[in-house]
Nanobody, 127 residues
């Protein structure tokens, strides 16, 4: 079983950048497909990005593609979400999630596909 802890959220102006971290413990992240989701107040949880173990098949939501980059550091057992050119509509709580199941690409975008979740980190984009 893996435990996930997100960090790196905060308040940033539009156009700014943040790097979120998802630190894993209990098992190495390379045993898992990992995703980032976000949830704004009053809205459903929304897919942001996903990566397979072995770093293949990285997928991004259209709203963040070209601005967000996901990466893994197996030595640190951490997954990162680099967010650039942030917009007010990126304001949300951001969560990382993991599953040991090997998901098809469409399933990687579905929150119910993931077994393990972090507690979330808040990102606010405002001037």
């Amino acid at each position: 079983q893996v435990q996930l802890v997100e960090s790196g959220g905060g308040l940033v102006q539009p156009g700014g950048s943040l790097r979120l971290s998802c630190a894993a413990s209990g098992r190495t992240v390379d045993n898992y497909d990992i995703a980032w989701f976000r949830q704004a107040p009053g809205k459903d949880r929304e897919f942001v990005s996903a990566s397979r173990r072995g770093r293949a098949n990285i997928d991004y939501a259209g709203s963040v593609r070209g601005r967000f980059t996901v990466s893994r550091d197996n030595a640190e057992n951490t997954i990162y979400l680099q967010m650039n050119n942030l917009k007010p509509e990126d304001t949300a709580d951001y969560y990382c999630a993991a599953t040991s199941s090997r998901l098809i690409l469409s399933a990687m975008r579905t929150p119910n596909s993931y077994d393990y979740w972090g507690q979330g980190t808040q990102v606010t984009v405002s001037s």
